[in-house]
């Protein structure tokens, strides 16, 4: 059984930085195209950020240029850092896993770190 585990959220004031991880268990790590994704309040979930072997990296445009994803293969791990933080990345941060190269959805979900940024 595959498990996600996400970490490292938390409460940081805007134009500050956080690094957020997700341990992944099971499976086949190396094989999994990698995602993050975000939920504010109120709001559907959004992606953020991809790191696919097969495919490329790619960034939401809104945190372009702001985040980073890595994605540690002999640690089963991936990590999304996040610099010059807004009130707006203010959200609930869920790591994905898939087995596609370019995913439409996703099998395998973390249950969420929080992140705020406070103003």
């Known amino acids: 059984q595959v498990q996600l585990m996400e970490s490292g959220g938390g409460l940081v004031q805007a134009g500050g930085s956080l690094s957020l991880s997700c341990a992944v268990s099971g499976g086949t790590f190396s094989s999994y195209t990698m995602a993050w994704f975000r939920q504010a309040p109120g709001k559907e979930r959004e992606f953020v950020a991809i790191?696919?072997?097969?495919?490329?990296?790619a960034y939401a445009d809104s945190v372009k240029g702001r985040f980073t994803i890595s994605r540690d293969d002999a640690k089963s791990s991936v990590h999304l850092q996040m610099e010059s933080l807004k009130p707006e990345d203010t959200a609930v941060y869920f790591c994905a896993a898939d087995r596609a190269y370019w995913p439409r959805t996703y099998e395998y979900w973390g249950q969420g770190t929080q992140v705020t940024v406070s103003s």
């Open positions: 790191f696919s072997w097969s495919s490329g990296i």
